[in-house]
């Protein structure tokens, strides 16, 4: 089934409409049965077993009003045990709201077949320097090697419904001792690093949640196909909100809102390789409905106003020790109904954290068919593309403002960038980008752009020509004394 249904639908991939509906269609069908689990347990209302919460006290550190971070002593109840016992027994728990926080000391762990529903403001809380997620499902599994243990079944439907969660990330420099999303305390898998880690799931929903303050990402998603993400609210989480690693597919996401540190919604099917548990193509994925607006904390220091509002689309191949390469493209993915979105952020990035020359692409990704269509801009956005392409159309864009003269929407071409950190050393600034790394862009799409003429919209002319610039990078005969070093890659371009 799963076979005939990718063969239909790239049939009709010049068409995001059409495979909008296929990619729901497909997701519906596999999640229907997590759908169900949900609905039974707001109708059952299994309530945690509240004889085995357990009261600790420990240390916890906020800002004052002024943003000076103060140790505050904390007598708390933790309830994962209570919720767990709850889960297994009943294969589904409901979890009320309540004045106090519910706090977390291990995660959560839900088998094929187990939901937690929550009331959408009972708040959920890591204890400090517990170090790991906050729930996930039972069988995640990693690929540092390449290969995806093929003797683990899936786990499926699965459902984690409302809450507030946080693992106490309370300035943009205080993390609580909070500062991975591993799998458990000892013994983790490899590059998981969520609030909500989903691995290894065929059927899951996750709908009606707020994430708030962590530095991890909000909601991990990687070798998971047939996901259904709604209704999700960032309060300045402190890195990526939605984060979708390789080999996962047939996936919604839709209904995001908020402030994220990092990028809002990721497709990340190559990754840097101390966080990523493993990889592969990222394909059939519907993006809806995303609003790049919110507010921001003066304590939490965010450098943008309203958090970094970007979507990454980070194709690319691992190369692994043993030589052997994964490609990791993207394809066949809808972007729809975009508000405000600062970039999209289509471009291959080494590995700062270990070293570009130690983890890169080679070669660089692809992306193929994709499609962005219904977006709305009131503040100036931009497209950076600087990937391999085979189809990538932009449709239907409104822009509530006035354009400036030089303004490009969509910049296409290899990119360089300076990283100096606080060093005055050139010898240790590092090259963000691949600046000498040829890119090929064909069947490239800009298409319906509307601009404001006193209370109208009206069309713009000559889209392509006025809001795309295609450009081949070039060596800075100054470097460095100016920055970027630039490079010499360059852009085949074939419309």
């Known amino acids: 089934m799963a076979v005939a249904l990718c063969v239909a639908v790239t049939i009709f991939a010049d068409d995001a409409d059409t495979l909008a509906q296929e990619i729901e269609r497909e997701v519906k069908r596999v999640t229907a049965g997590a759908l169900a689990l949900c609905e039974k347990s707001h109708s059952e209302r299994n309530l945690p077993d509240a004889d085995?919460?357990?009261?600790?006290?420990?240390?916890?550190?906020?800002?004052?009003?002024?943003?000076?971070i103060q140790t505050h002593t904390v007598t708390g109840e933790l309830w994962t045990a209570a919720i767990q016992k709850t889960i297994d027994r009943a294969n589904t728990v409901y979890i009320p709201a309540r004045k106090q926080p519910y706090y977390l000391d291990n995660p959560i762990v839900l088998k094929s077949g187990q939901s937690l529903v929550a009331a959408t403001n009972a708040v959920f809380r890591l204890q400090p320097n517990v170090n790991t997620c906050m729930i996930r499902n039972e069988h995640?599994?990693?690929?540092?090697?390449?290969?995806?243990?093929?003797?683990v079944a899936y786990d499926h439907n699965i459902v984690i419904e409302g809450g507030v969660w946080t693992t106490l990330g309370t300035s943009s420099k205080e993390w609580n001792g909070n500062n991975r999303g591993h799998t458990s305390r000892t013994n983790w898998v490899h590059g998981c690093h969520g609030v909500i880690l989903l691995n290894h799931v065929d059927g899951v929903v996750v709908r009606n949640v707020t994430i708030?303050?962590?530095?991890?990402?909000?909601i991990h998603i990687s070798d998971t196909r047939h996901f259904l993400v709604e209704n999700i609210c960032f309060e300045e989480n402190g890195r990526d909100g939605?984060?979708?690693?390789?080999?996962?597919?047939?996936?919604?996401?839709?209904?995001?809102?908020?402030?994220?540190?990092d990028d809002f919604v990721a497709l990340n099917a190559w990754e840097w390789m101390n966080v990523a548990p493993v990889y592969g193509d990222i394909h059939h994925v519907l993006v809806e409905d995303v609003w790049g607006t919110g507010s921001s904390s003066s304590h939490y220091a965010n450098p943008l106003p309203d958090g970094s509002a970007e979507i990454r689309l980070l194709p690319g191949t691992r190369t692994f020790a043993d030589g052997k390469k994964v490609y990791c493209d993207i394809h066949d993915c809808v972007l729809r109904r975009l508000v405000n979105i600062r970039t999209v952020k289509a471009y291959d990035q080494p590995n700062l954290e270990r070293g570009r020359d130690n983890d890169f692409c080679d070669p660089i990704g692809t992306l193929r068919n994709i499609f962005f269509r219904q977006m709305t801009f009131s503040r100036p956005g931009h497209f950076q593309i600087a990937a391999n392409v085979d189809g990538f159309s932009i449709r239907d864009v409104q822009f509530d403002m006035k354009l400036p003269e030089k303004f490009r929407l969509v910049e296409i071409g290899p990119m360089s960038g300076t990283y100096k950190g606080s060093s005055k050393d050139p010898s240790r600034w590092v090259e963000l980008f691949s600046p000498d790394s040829d890119i090929t862009v064909k069947g490239f799409r800009l298409e319906n752009v509307l601009v404001s003429q006193g209370d109208r919209r009206v069309p713009l002319e000559n889209a392509m020509q006025r809001l795309v610039k295609i450009t081949d990078q070039r060596l800075n005969p100054d470097y460095p004394k100016t920055t970027p070093r630039g490079g010499t890659g360059k852009v085949i371009y074939q419309p």
């Not at 919460?53 to 906020?62: A, F, I, L, N, S």
């Not at 708030?212 to 909000?218: L, N």
Request: charged share 20%; proline share 4%.
């Open 52 to 68: 085995l919460v357990r009261t600790d006290v420990w240390k916890e550190r906020w800002p004052d009003a002024a943003g000076v």
């Open 212 to 218: 708030r303050q962590s530095r991890i990402y909000g």
């Open 140 to 151: 995640v599994v990693g690929s540092t090697n390449g290969k995806i243990p093929a003797d």
């Open 242 to 261: 939605i984060h979708v690693n390789g080999n996962s597919s047939f996936g919604i996401i839709r209904g995001v809102q908020g402030s994220t540190h």
